[in-house]
């Protein structure tokens, strides 16, 4: 009960953060580089300002002595005047040196500041850029794909959908863990840290314009409400559920869900495979791997294979499993497709195309 609750207080998105915060794959660097480039960048304007300034020595004042400018006088007009001090013992006198002053000299003033408070600009602007790539992402973002949890299943399963083709990009992750969130944002997927039996977070994630939902939590309580207001906000996404027991399988499919994978008894199924046919087991490993060996893949027929026998398919190295016509599926072992016809599909066994790559 103890490890329940704590599995359930992990899901609440705490009082003093925002119950919901977008967030895009970017690129993350350490605070030792970020200060290496600010000091990289005010030096360059310092030097860079001195050496205009020591070109143009013959246009500038020093008390009372025109053009006797070192590139030491230089340096010290260069650091007191990008850092606004402006003592006024060094001067420009011509109308060159004034121009330069103001067309160059001054937005190198300007950069030189922005470095010198770059926290607080780069805390405003990072929020004006996420407000605005998040405005955009929520107008363009269709039929993409929602994976909820993203613990060992949901990783899982966001590989298995990457493997497939599916963009990183198109493809949502909703946890109310912030690591994992940037887990996600690091492999490219977009994220939403929050609690997903929150409708507001759902809807941060555009769940009404997904095509697809998957649901990889720990609890099989939390899928069942989960699943609910995902059916009720997305009526026609095809929505995955994990249970962890297969009791609730019936609950979770009476909830909305199209499909339910019960993972314990699946891995235990799979263990006693293994055990008692280890062909069969590792075969079946095989298949669940997405990064080696085979696949099992759903695609559409090709113009070649129109009024081919499914079975003929088999000498181009590919199994069929199914076929699907319309909305009926009619599997190998039923033997009603006699030839294929337009727009049909079939789920396929093949050679994963990675794995030959590498052979």
Not at 191 to 197: P, T
Request: with cysteine.
């Amino acid at each position: 009960m103890a490890q329940r609750a704590d599995r359930r207080a992990s899901f609440r998105t705490p009082s003093d953060e925002p119950a919901t915060r977008l967030r895009f794959a970017t690129r993350k660097f350490s605070p030792v580089r970020n200060i290496g480039v600010r000091i990289l960048i005010a030096l360059m304007a310092l030097v860079l300002t001195a050496l205009i300034v020591y070109a143009e020595r013959d246009c500038y004042r020093d008390g009372d002595q025109v053009g006797t400018l070192s590139l030491l006088d230089a340096l010290y007009y260069a650091t007191v005047s990008l850092s606004t001090t402006g003592y006024g013992d060094i001067t420009p006198v011509c109308d060159s040196s004034r121009l330069v002053n103001v067309t160059v000299i001054t937005p190198l003033r300007f950069l030189f500041l922005i470095v010198l408070v770059g926290t607080t600009i780069e805390v405003l602007t990072q929020r004006t850029r996420e407000e605005f790539r998040s405005a955009r992402w929520r107008k363009h973002v269709q039929d993409h794909t929602l994976v909820i949890g993203f613990g060992v299943k949901g990783r899982s399963a966001a590989k298995t959908v990457t493997d497939a083709g599916i963009p990183g990009s198109r493809l949502v992750v909703v946890s109310p863990d912030r690591a994992a969130v940037d887990e996600a944002t690091r492999s490219g997927f977009v994220g939403v840290i929050g609690d997903a039996r929150r409708e507001e977070v759902l809807r941060d994630a555009a769940i009404d314009k997904a095509a697809r939902i998957v649901i990889a939590v720990d609890e099989d309580d939390t899928s069942v409400l989960i699943t609910l207001t995902a059916r009720r906000l997305a009526p026609q996404a095809t929505i995955v559920v994990s249970a962890r027991e297969s009791v609730n399988a019936d609950i979770l499919r009476q909830s909305g869900a199209d499909t339910v994978i019960p993972t314990a008894e699946s891995a235990g199924h799979l263990m006693g495979l293994s055990l008692v046919s280890p062909v069969a087991g590792d075969l079946m490993e095989d298949l669940l791997d997405s990064g080696r060996g085979l696949e099992v893949v759903e695609r559409d027929i090709s113009r070649e294979e129109l009024g081919v026998a499914p079975a003929e398919l088999d000498a181009s190295g590919e199994i069929v499993l199914a076929v699907i016509r319309g909305a009926e599926v009619h599997r190998f072992d039923q033997q009603t497709v006699q030839s294929l016809q337009q727009g049909d599909r079939l789920v396929v066994i093949r050679q994963n195309p990675r794995s030959r790559e590498g052979t």
